[in-house]
């Protein structure tokens, strides 16, 4: 605000000295101009030879001498003087056009007078038209005009300022409200919004957009805490057994199964271990904004080969039909994908698991795992993807996992351009299944190198 004030003020003062000189440059040549005139006048009376004694020309403020080529004086006005000549030989110059600034006691007025001079005559007899017109009315003006600007300049930046103080503390108003409601924002639970202007201004609109942001940081911080709680609880669960088998294993002393603690502690480890990779996992995947360039072309049918490779046949039954089948993305991921949905459908199935891929559909590849398990009812087939959710017929900590599976499947499916789906593999039986189908972009058969 001062800094505003401080540049008016600068302003105020450049545009009033501007003011002074614009208007002092007009009165100077309005004055040049009556003089001029008064001049030429006079020289047409001497070039007719009917110059009168004494001139013509009204008192007052203004002079009039004709001098010849030795500066004598052959006329003059009332006022002006017959003897001396307004100016001196050194200054006059006969037969040019002149324009100076003399003392007025030369021609008996106060302060600096105006003097023209306009030849005249014949070349016989040259003489020179000499006008003096006085400045004081020049000098008053300016002096009125500045005392003008002196007094009311300040009364102007005053008023300016008090306006611009009301003006500015009612436009900030709203951002100082923002401000503080933004320092009383602590992040804890509970609804934190900003206060919104009634105004439909910016400052209504940045309030409004703040306070989207604040809905989805909440939104984002009960998804981490809602995370980080569950993630916890999964923890705590295979460490409590582990924990609790020492304790067994150490009251029992020597005769404890020292074995099958052993075996049960490794499979405890391996779980608490597994649990550990898909957090990390997801923690990786939500640290990474954008999608990364795909790794390059990825051939289904050889992935698949190689997962149903790592169960026994049957259950895990594989189809692929004759050709190439590429897509575009990198081979752990994806292969991290199909090991996912084979192990949710080996979980829930009866007896036989078909992993398969087909296509095209349109401009994707498609990949099937299909089960003959119960299947999961439609209202829940969405949220199964969410993390650390489980339906009630996989509560069993050994045999239900730990709900992360089908999320890490959803988010490597998206970094890879497709999407992830589940329906049932045949409707309208009593266990009618379950099919996840996994859509990957096709991809034309690369060259060979």
Do not use: C
């Amino acid at each position: 605000m001062a800094l505003g004030v401080l540049g008016l003020v600068l302003g105020f003062a450049l545009g009033g000295a501007l003011l002074l000189g614009a208007l002092g440059w007009t009165l100077q040549r309005s004055v040049d101009e009556e003089a001029l005139r008064t001049a030429d006048a006079v020289a047409l009376l001497t070039a007719e030879d009917a110059l009168p004694d004494p001139l013509p020309v009204a008192g007052g403020q203004l002079r009039v001498q004709v001098v010849d080529g030795q500066a004598r004086i052959r006329a003059a006005s009332i006022d002006a003087d017959r003897l001396v000549p307004m100016l001196g030989p050194d200054e006059l110059r006969p037969g040019q056009r002149q324009r100076l600034v003399v003392d007025g006691q030369r021609v008996g007025m106060s302060g600096p007078v105006r003097v023209v001079t306009v030849p005249a005559g014949t070349p016989q007899e040259p003489r020179t038209v000499l006008v003096a017109k006085s400045l004081s009315d020049v000098r008053h003006s300016l002096h009125v005009v500045r005392n003008l600007l002196l007094v009311g300049f300040p009364l102007l930046v005053a008023g300016l300022a008090v306006v611009a103080w009301r003006v500015v503390g009612a436009t900030l108003r709203p951002v100082e409200e923002l401000r503080s409601g933004a320092a009383e924002i602590t992040g804890r639970a509970g609804t934190e919004r900003l206060p919104v202007p009634a105004g439909q201004d910016e400052i209504h609109r940045l309030a409004v957009t703040l306070n989207d942001m604040l809905d989805r940081l909440a939104a984002s911080r009960d998804r981490q805490r809602a995370f980080v709680a569950d993630a916890a609880h999964e923890l705590r669960s295979p460490l409590t057994n582990m924990r609790t088998e020492l304790e067994v294993a150490r009251r029992l002393g020597g005769d404890t199964d020292w074995p099958a603690v052993a075996d049960d502690l490794l499979a405890d480890t391996e779980r608490l271990g597994r649990l550990v990779d898909d957090l990390l996992l997801l923690a990786r995947l939500d640290e990474q904004a954008a999608r990364p360039s795909p790794v390059g072309p990825v051939e289904l049918g050889g992935l698949l080969r190689t997962v149903a490779a790592r169960y026994p046949s049957p259950p895990v039954r594989l189809v692929v039909p004759d050709g190439a089948w590429w897509v575009e993305g990198d081979p752990g991921e994806l292969r991290r994908v199909l090991v996912n949905l084979v192990d949710n459908a080996l979980r829930h199935a009866h007896g036989a698991v078909e992993l398969a891929v087909t296509g095209p559909a349109g401009a994707y590849h498609l990949v099937t795992v299909t089960d003959d398990g119960p299947g999961v009812p439609a209202a829940d087939r969405e949220r199964v993807f969410a993390r650390f959710t489980r339906l009630d017929d996989a509560r069993a900590r050994d045999a239900g996992g730990a709900g992360l599976g089908l999320a890490i499947v959803r988010e490597l499916v998206r970094r890879a351009g497709g999407t992830v789906e589940l329906t049932d593999a045949t409707p309208g039986a009593v266990a009618p299944g379950l099919r996840a189908t996994v859509r990957l972009p096709a991809l034309a058969e690369p060259d060979p190198e």
